[in-house]
């Protein structure tokens, strides 16, 4: 069974920047097939997906980080890595990652950004 695992949340001044890192279990051609995506969830607002990357490298941004946020993989290592610049404190949140389709959001990694 596959599963992810976030780190690298943390506290950040506003303009900061932080990297985060999502990094599966199990095999890696399992992992290499599949888009992970990385959403986010503030304290009594929705869900929101932020950024996806699929297999061939195809990358989606939500309005909300385009521009500051940028996604990427190394199917070598079953990471995925979400760097977040010009963090604002509107980007405070727990921050998700997922093999869309195969697995649930993993427990997340907490952000939090100061003005």
């Known amino acids: 069974q596959v599963q992810v695992v976030e780190s690298g949340g943390g506290l950040v001044q506003a303009g900061g920047s932080l990297r985060l890192s999502c990094v599966a279990s199990?095999?890696?051609?399992?992992?290499?097939?599949?888009?992970v995506g990385w959403s986010r969830q503030a304290p009594g607002k929705q869900r929101e997906v932020v950024a996806t990357v699929t297999s061939g490298g195809d990358t989606y941004y939500a309005d909300s980080v385009k521009g500051r946020f940028t996604i990427s993989r190394d199917n070598a290592k079953n990471t995925v890595y979400l760097q977040m610049n010009s963090l604002k404190p509107e980007d405070t949140a727990v921050y998700y990652c997922?093999?869309?389709?195969?697995?649930?959001w993993g427990q997340g990694t907490h952000v939090t950004v100061s003005s």
């Open positions: 997922a093999l869309l389709g195969l697995t649930s």
């Open positions: 199990g095999s890696i051609s399992i992992f290499s097939s599949r888009t």
